[in-house]
Nanobody, 121 residues
């Protein structure tokens, strides 16, 4: 069994910053990819940022230059530093990871429970 637990969401004013963290725990053999997705009311879930290694990163165009994803392999954590936040960044943010559990041949996709980020005055 694997769990992804997020933390760090909240309310922030436009132009402010927030830092989201996600820790994976359980019967983990290896973690391939870690990512952050978000879903705003009435919209589909979208990928925000994805990291395979420190040199293999990808970002949604809407967050490039403002958000930074990083990963600590030893601690099974992924962090999303969000700067210059805009009202349109308001959404529930979900941690995502492709994890191969102990004894498994292939990785499985896991999701966290989500954390609310609200950007408003």
């Amino acid at each position: 069994q694997v769990q992804l637990v997020e933390s760090g969401g909240g309310l922030v004013q436009p132009g402010g910053s927030l830092r989201l963290s996600c820790t994976a725990s359980g019967s983990i053999n290896s973690i391939n990819t870690m990512a952050w997705y978000r879903q705003a009311p009435g919209k589909e879930r979208e990928m925000v940022a994805r990291i395979v290694t420190d040199s293999r990163l990808s970002y949604a165009d809407s967050v490039k230059g403002r958000f930074t994803i990083s990963r600590n392999g030893a601690k099974n954590t992924v962090t999303l530093q969000m700067n210059s936040l805009k009202p349109e960044d308001t959404a529930i943010y979900y941690c995502n990871a492709m994890i191969r559990t102990i004894g498994a041949t292939w990785p499985t996709e896991y999701w966290g429970q989500g954390t609310q980020v609200t950007v408003s005055t």
